[in-house]
Nanobody, 118 residues
């Protein structure tokens, strides 16, 4: 199993930007795919972005964030990032990163709060 430690997030005004980080305890090149989920208050956890990690990797985004959010990686730092631009109040919530191993085991980060004020 891989451990994931998240950082970033915070309070930002609508239209602003934030960057979330997710550091894995192992090389992310050994991970099948990594994901970012968003859980709004009182709502279910929804997938917003994914990155299939075997090089070169592919990305995909939920319609709600496409064009505003960008997922990237730094293999040397075993880190995945979520760059969030043009933030909206509805982007408020807890963001979780997740890693799916080739063994189908999924690990989760601890979550990080993002609050977008109007």
């Amino acid at each position: 199993q891989v451990q994931l430690v998240q950082s970033g997030g915070g309070l930002v005004q609508a239209g602003g930007s934030l960057r979330l980080s997710c550091v894995a305890s192992t090389s992310i090149t050994s991970i099948k795919a990594m994901y970012w989920y968003h859980q709004a208050p009182g709502k279910q956890r929804d997938l917003v972005a994914l990155y299939t990690t075997p090089v070169p990797g592919t990305t995909n985004y939920a319609d709600s964030v496409r064009g505003r959010f960008t997922v990237s990686r730094d293999d040397a730092k075993n880190t995945m990032y979520l760059e969030m631009n043009s933030l909206k109040p509805e982007d408020t919530g807890v963001y979780y990163c997740a890693a799916e191993l080739f063994t189908m085991v999924v690990s989760w980060g601890q979550g990080t709060q993002v609050t977008v004020s109007s």
